[in-house]
């Protein structure tokens, strides 16, 4: 079975600084996706920025961009000029290009952002 | 609709009681999936439905849990009994099987209180 891990439960940046969020994956798939997810107070998951396994360049989404190291399954997430808005729950996520699609999730990281 | 529309919001019931929480997903999105979200934990997959049929139910925690769609749309998450450590977030997504993109739509889920 895939695994996701996140090996912070918390982190902590000061509004403007750069943080970099840790993910690690296990499959035996080559064909997959990967997903990092914000989750705010409100509880709704949004999606912050996506990469597909196929691909070797790195997504990026403004402020948001990924380290995505295929041969050691790492997918970091990188955060730069932070702001109080992006305080919340991050979650990784994982899964196989099939019809199924179900997301295997990370047990999360915990942002903090000091003014 | 325009987004995954979850109901109730919050639920608090007594121990023993069995409770329905309902997901209406995005329009024309074939594949809905429940998650749970225990108190500051990852996301646990629940169940999996494409159009009214449940292809993996693997992650019902108990014969205490079901769940039904119908008309390919409106799922009911069902729980019999509810136990204390039934409390939790229920989460629901969709997605539109014939993209390609592995994305899921969440909804603000559903706070499940046992007392």
């Known amino acids: 079975a895939q695994t996701v891990t996140q090996s912070q439960p918390e982190m902590s940046v000061q509004e403007a600084e750069t943080v970099t969020l840790s993910c690690t994956y296990d499959?035996?798939?080559?064909?997959?996706?990967l997903f990092w997810y914000k989750q705010p107070p409100s509880r709704q998951m949004i999606l912050v920025i996506r990469q597909e396994a196929y691909k070797q360049q790195n997504a990026t989404e403004n402020r948001f961009s990924v380290n995505f190291q295929k041969a050691a399954k790492s997918f970091s997430l990188k955060i730069s000029d932070s702001q109080l808005g992006d305080a919340a729950m991050y979650f990784c996520?994982?899964?196989?290009?099939?019809?199924?699609?179900?997301?295997?999730f990370g047990g999360g990281t915990r942002l903090m952002v000091k003014p | 609709g325009a987004g995954v529309s979850q109901s109730p919001s919050n639920k608090v019931t007594e121990k023993g009681k069995d409770v329905e929480l309902r997901c209406d997903p995005i329009s024309g999105h074939t594949a809905l999936y429940w998650y749970r979200q225990s108190l500051g934990q990852g996301l646990e997959f629940l169940i999996y439905f494409q159009g009214n049929s449940a292809p993996d139910k693997s992650g019902l925690p108990s014969d205490r849990f079901s769940a039904e769609r119908t008309g390919g749309s409106v799922s009911t998450l069902t729980i019999q009994r509810t136990q204390q450590e039934d409390s939790a977030v229920y989460l629901c997504?969709?997605?539109?099987?014939?993209?390609?993109?592995?994305?899921?739509?969440f909804g603000e889920g559903s706070r499940l209180t046992v007392l």
């Open positions: 997504a969709s997605r539109n099987a014939g993209g390609n993109t592995g994305e899921l739509f």
């Open positions: 996520a994982y899964t196989e290009n099939n019809a199924g699609n179900m997301l295997t």
């Open positions: 499959t035996s798939e080559s064909d997959y996706y």
